[in-house]
């Protein structure tokens, strides 16, 4: 065979261009080329979708399993999913959308069971088609019907609860789960403790990157002093009215009453005109309405204000800050509520409610804290012992775990 292929070698080396430039080029590209590799024997589906809170955990998750598999997200056309994932480098499949209003009596809800059965029927096919060893749902209604369509084709499927209070997908599809990722301790009385795995939240690899505090400062006001105290006001991606409007109310009094105070302030995209219009611009302010570099922001701050979303409580906890959480009474199933009281409770947050919050009780809960270094240094130490930060890799390796074990 060795002979073989030596004699082969003079016809090979006569197909190369004659020409010396043609005869470098090709060699280049022939270098350039990478070696194929084997594709991943294990596949992936993962379902969620909606809102940030369900996608950016799901593809947390995908970045610790795509060395070892081929990993495809599934969703619908109009969910901002279908923007986010390609973006993220992975596969993404469209399935029908179904969509529940509330309240949960809503006439609309008629429709549910047909647009339910349509999306499941969908899901079916996707899934004979790729034949994925675990179906992984991260909670949203997108996931409902995949993860309904794993159940039915007999599919290993495990699924993630961002909050403190679980959704009403992850509920229904718990008893047909293998696995439950859980982020809260408190989470644990609504499922069955055998398949429970406390771990945290997944979050973006880029917030597991802490900065210095000194350098983030230097991002953001390079003429900070050893003694400032930088606050960070999360508005929220796309605008939190109650919070931003409250804030707004009282930023400029705090800025002049203390000299050493800075604020980072998120307005969100829907809320950052109208703001902007009625700010008076102030060195030691710095607003925007997406903060792409959010480790800096966390890094430079010494005070969170903010809604009590899931993945933002996991990243005030990650990043070990005293916070001031105003949780939105609009959240499904009043989730950010809970999430709040947990956060009270694990980590010693101050909590608002949209009901109690004005200006002045704001700026009264703000002064009380960045006022007191002994209380902030408690706070941080408090949210660095509940903090989870491996929460990705954990669930990626319990993920790898389970489908490379033999079927029950």
Request: a neutral charge; charged letters at 20%; hydrophobic letters at 45%.
């Amino acid at each position: 065979m060795a002979s073989t292929a030596i004699a082969s070698l003079p016809s090979l080396f006569a197909t190369l261009p004659r020409s010396p430039k043609r005869r470098t080029r090709l060699l280049c590209a022939l270098a350039a080329e990478p070696i194929a590799s084997t594709p991943p024997s294990l596949s992936v589906v993962i379902a969620g979708g909606g809102s940030g809170g369900h996608i950016f955990p799901a593809i947390a998750i995908a970045d610790e399993l795509r060395a070892d598999a081929r990993v495809v997200f599934l969703g619908t056309s109009s969910g901002m999913e279908r923007n986010v994932i390609p973006a993220a480098g992975y596969e993404f499949v469209p399935i029908p959308k179904v969509k529940l209003s509330r309240p949960f009596l809503s006439p609309l809800n008629l429709l549910l069971p047909f647009q339910l059965l349509r999306s499941i029927v969908a899901s079916l096919r996707v899934l004979r088609e790729i034949r994925p060893d675990v179906v992984v749902g991260t909670g949203a209604y997108v996931s409902a019907p995949v993860l309904f369509a794993a159940a039915l084709s007999g599919i290993r499927l495990v699924i993630q609860e961002q909050n403190a209070y679980p959704g009403i997908t992850n509920r229904a599809i718990a008893p047909y789960a293998e696995k439950i990722f859980l982020a809260f301790n408190a989470c644990l009385k609504y499922f069955p403790r055998e398949k429970c795995v406390v771990c945290g939240n997944p979050i973006r690899l880029s917030l597991n990157h802490h900065a210095s505090k000194v350098d983030a400062r230097l991002h953001f006001f390079p003429e900070a002093g050893e003694n400032a105290k930088v606050l960070l006001v999360l508005g929220g991606s796309t605008g939190a009215t109650a919070l931003n409007d409250a804030f707004l109310k009282m930023y400029h009094d705090m800025l002049m009453e203390h000299d050493n105070r800075y604020i980072i302030w998120q307005t969100g995209a829907e809320w950052h005109n109208e703001v902007e219009s009625h700010v008076k611009k102030h060195p030691r302010l710095l607003l925007a309405p997406f903060l792409h570099a959010m480790n800096l922001a966390y890094a430079a701050s010494d005070v969170v204000v903010s809604r009590a979303g899931a993945m933002t409580c996991t990243e005030i906890l990650n990043a070990g800050k005293p916070s001031i959480l105003i949780p939105s009474p609009t959240a499904a199933e009043d989730h950010q509520t809970k999430n709040a009281y947990t956060m009270a409770d694990i980590a010693g947050s101050k909590v608002i409610t949209e009901d109690e919050l004005d200006s002045s009780k704001l700026e009264s809960a703000i002064n009380q804290v960045i006022g007191d270094e002994n209380l902030m240094m408690e706070m941080s130490e408090k949210a660095m012992r509940a903090a989870r930060p491996k929460a990705s890799s954990e669930i990626a390796q319990c993920i790898l775990s389970l489908v490379k074990a033999p079927s029950s």
